[in-house]
């Protein structure tokens, strides 16, 4: 069955401090991989997408992502955080059913806490 | 620019009442989608549609309807409103490849009482 996973409810990093959110998936061929930041009260903001090539994917706000095939993980990293980055932050993979175009599966979300 | 829209932002309603979110885009996506968001579900998705007049039910969609006469809208109906259909709804967009990025509106928050 096609799934992802996000392990930690909460990640708790220092101001200045690297970050990483991990994100792992199962799905059948070569995944497309998603990440979302959800601010309190707003919608889910798209931050970047693994389609092919290139495993370090850079994205908005100075967030990158490592697809990492053999291990099927796409970990969330930022090399120095910040107070702002505090959020809720998904990880998606694209249903890969037949016939499907659009359908994304949504891990459980994980809370990000940066403390200065 | 571009977007996503959904209105109203927020609503009370009551038991067995009909209620309707309203969905609108401008970016001239085929694709539309319909979630709510619960603590401790993340997100779930209630109906799709990938183009006009097609709709297709999600992982919940007992309770919702929904119907597209144009590519800009697709209005999410809840029959009966039930005090379990209290969350979050996000509407989002995205243009029919399977690489595309799907784009959330800002979200309404229904409260059933």
């Known amino acids: 069955a096609q799934s992802v996973a996000q392990p930690e409810d909460q990640v708790n990093v220092a101001e200045g401090n690297p970050l990483t959110v991990k994100c792992t998936y199962s799905v059948s061929g070569n995944p497309y991989l998603f990440w979302y930041v959800q601010y309190p009260n707003r919608g889910l903001q798209f931050l970047l997408k693994y389609i092919t090539g290139d495993n370090l994917v850079k994205g908005s706000y100075g967030f990158e992502a490592e697809f990492n095939k053999s291990q099927t993980s796409f970990h969330l990293k930022k090399p120095s955080a910040l107070v702002s980055d505090s959020a809720l932050y998904f990880c998606?993979?694209?249903?890969?059913?037949?016939?499907?175009?659009?359908?994304?599966?949504f891990g459980q979300g994980t809370t990000l806490q940066v403390k200065p | 620019d571009a977007e996503i829209t959904q209105s109203p932002r927020h609503k009370i309603t009551e038991t067995g009442r009909q209620v309707t979110l309203a969905c609108h885009q401008t970016w001239n996506h085929n694709n539309m989608f319909w979630y709510r968001q619960d603590l401790g579900h993340g997100l779930r998705l209630i109906h799709y549609s990938y183009g006009v007049h097609d709709t297709n039910k999600g992982e919940v969609s007992d309770g919702y309807s929904v119907s597209r006469s144009n590519t800009e809208d697709l209005p999410l109906t809840l029959e009966s409103a039930a005090s379990s259909q209290t969350s979050v709804y996000f509407c989002a967009s995205q243009q029919g490849g399977v690489t595309d990025t799907q784009y959330f509106g800002p979200g309404t928050r229904l409260t059933v009482l």
């Open positions: 998606a993979v694209r249903d890969k059913s037949a016939g499907n175009t659009g359908k994304l599966i």
